[in-house]
Nanobody
Framework: QVQLVESGGGLVQAGGSLRLSCAAS????????MGWFRQAPGKEREFVAA????????SSEDSVKGRFTISRDNGKNTLYLQMNSLKPEDTAVYYC?????????????????WGQGTQVTVSS
């Protein structure tokens, strides 16, 4: 079983950048495909970006394409989400998730493990 801990959230002005990290322990990150999801107040959890087990395939939600980049460093057991050109509508709690598959998924129910989340707040 893998444990996931997110960090890097905070308060930033619109147009700014943040880099989220998700540190894995208990099992090596290389055994999992990974994803980032977010949940804003009063809304359902939504897909942000995902990456395959080996890092060769990625997918992102349309509203973040060109602004957010998902990456992984299996040697450091860490997943990243680089977020640029942030907008107020990006405000949410961001979660990383792991699934015991090679291929990525955009569906939250297909992930087996979740972190506790990190708050991202973008002011206008």
């Amino acid at each position: 079983q893998v444990q996931l801990v997110e960090s890097g959230g905070g308060l930033v002005q619109a147009g700014g950048s943040l880099r989220l990290s998700c540190a894995a322990s208990g099992r090596t990150l290389s055994a999992y495909a990974m994803g980032w999801f977010r949940q804003a107040p009063g809304k359902e959890r939504e897909f942000v970006a995902a990456i395959s087990q080996g890092g060769g395939s990625t997918s992102s939600e349309d509203s973040v394409k060109g602004r957010f980049t998902i990456s992984r460093d299996n040697g450091k057991n860490t997943l990243y989400l680089q977020m640029n050109s942030l907008k107020p509508e990006d405000t949410a709690v961001y979660y990383c998730a792991a699934r015991r598959r090679v291929s990525l998924s955009r569906i939250a129910s297909e992930y087996d493990y979740w972190g506790q989340g990190t708050q991202v707040t973008v002011s206008s």
